[in-house]
């Protein structure tokens, strides 16, 4: 049986709360006007989160079917840390999901493996369910070490003794190629179904077969509609997360309809 398919946007700092709004509005009559999404679809918006609140209360009046997440969080609930974003809070205000180890984060940001496991483990322990995105730089990619890559960075997440892996429902993993995001120039399907593949076979190692089987390996990197679908018919990648492209609910709405 297939498994559930995982379709996201990370809006990064685009969008203030009335364009956010407008694309949720935008979004449910397509989906309305469509045929019906199949219920192992799971869609998912990553906006800024000052507009988790008014989007979530979007959500729950309109009834579409989207799931909110923070693109960043702080490891501790609250505290001096001014600027940064506290799990508990994100989830009051509606956030599901969080994103950790975002390429821009690892690298702009300058989070390290340590940072990003730590971040993933706060996560599971004040219960927001972590997507977390791992993906070498092109620099890595021409020295041939995209696997090395991403071998350190699942196994720093998750080997960690700290990290329960089989209380888990499933594990969320963005494959993301730094060299693919927002530059237009996409992995091959086959490259990202291999490097899917080696993320699930970690996986397996680090976890067991059967938590790998049900964790959903999404690829991220200039998607859009023209190309969603050859990554989405791979067998090993069972979603996308995208973003240039999710900031317009034409183009989003239809790579949802390539999911299914
Ligand atoms: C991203 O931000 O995670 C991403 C994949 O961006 P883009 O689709 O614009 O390359």
Same mark, same amino acid.
């Given at each position: 049986?297939?498994?559930?398919?995982?379709?996201?946007?990370?809006?990064?700092?685009?969008?203030?709360?009335?364009?956010?709004?407008? @694309?949720?509005?935008?979004?449910?009559?397509?989906?309305? $006007?469509?045929?019906?999404?199949?219920?192992?679809?799971?869609?998912?918006?990553?906006? $800024?989160?000052?507009?988790?609140?008014?989007?979530?209360?979007?959500?729950? #009046?309109? %009834?579409?079917?989207?799931? !909110?997440?923070? $693109?960043?969080?702080?490891?501790?609930?609250?505290?001096? @840390?001014?600027?940064?974003?506290?799990?508990? &809070?994100?989830?009051?205000?509606?956030?599901?999901?969080? *994103?950790?180890?975002?390429? =821009?984060?690892?690298? +702009? @940001?300058?989070?390290?493996?340590? *940072?990003?496991?730590?971040?993933?483990?706060?996560?599971?322990?004040?219960? +927001?369910?972590? /997507? /977390?995105?791992?993906?070498?730089?092109?620099?890595?990619?021409?020295?041939?070490?995209?696997?090395?890559?991403?071998?350190?960075?699942?196994?720093?997440?998750? #080997? #960690?003794?700290?990290?329960?892996?089989?209380? $888990?429902?499933?594990? *969320?993993?963005?494959?993301?190629?730094?060299?693919?995001?927002?530059?237009?120039?996409?992995?091959?399907? %086959?490259?990202?179904?291999? &490097?899917?593949?080696?993320?699930?076979?970690?996986?397996?190692? *680090?976890?067991?077969?059967?938590?790998?089987?049900?964790? !959903?390996?999404?690829?991220?990197?200039?998607?859009?509609?023209?190309? #969603?679908?050859?990554?989405? =018919?791979?067998?090993?990648?069972?979603? /996308? /997360?995208?973003?240039?492209?999710?900031?317009?609910?034409?183009?989003?709405?239809?790579?949802? &309809?390539?999911?299914?």
């Amino acid at each position: 049986m297939r498994r559930e398919r995982f379709i996201a946007g990370n809006w990064k700092m685009n969008k203030g709360a009335s364009e956010s709004l407008e @694309f949720l509005r935008k979004l449910s009559v397509l989906l309305e $006007q469509g045929e019906d999404i199949p219920d192992n679809v799971n869609m998912a918006l990553f906006p $800024q989160a000052v507009n988790i609140i008014p989007m979530a209360d979007h959500i729950r #009046s309109s %009834g579409v079917n989207v799931l !909110l997440g923070i $693109q960043n969080i702080h490891c501790k609930p609250s505290g001096a @840390f001014t600027g940064e974003n506290s799990i508990p &809070c994100a989830i009051e205000a509606g956030a599901k999901l969080a *994103l950790v180890g975002h390429s =821009e984060r690892r690298h +702009i @940001f300058r989070e390290d493996d340590l *940072l990003v496991s730590n971040k993933y483990l706060a996560c599971l322990e004040q219960g +927001i369910e972590p /997507l /977390l995105c791992v993906g070498e730089t092109e620099e890595e990619r021409n020295r041939g070490l995209t696997k090395d890559v991403i071998e350190r960075q699942v196994s720093s997440v998750f #080997s #960690s003794d700290r990290v329960i892996m089989a209380e $888990q429902e499933r594990i *969320l993993i963005a494959y993301e190629p730094v060299w693919a995001i927002g530059t237009g120039m996409n992995a091959t399907a %086959g490259d990202a179904r291999e &490097c899917c593949a080696l993320i699930r076979d970690l996986l397996s190692g *680090l976890g067991g077969p059967s938590l790998a089987a049900r964790s !959903l390996i999404s690829y991220g990197g200039s998607v859009k509609s023209s190309n #969603s679908e050859d990554y989405l =018919e791979q067998e090993e990648i069972d979603g /996308l /997360l995208i973003g240039g492209a999710s900031l317009d609910p034409d183009e989003f709405y239809r790579i949802i &309809c390539n999911a299914f």
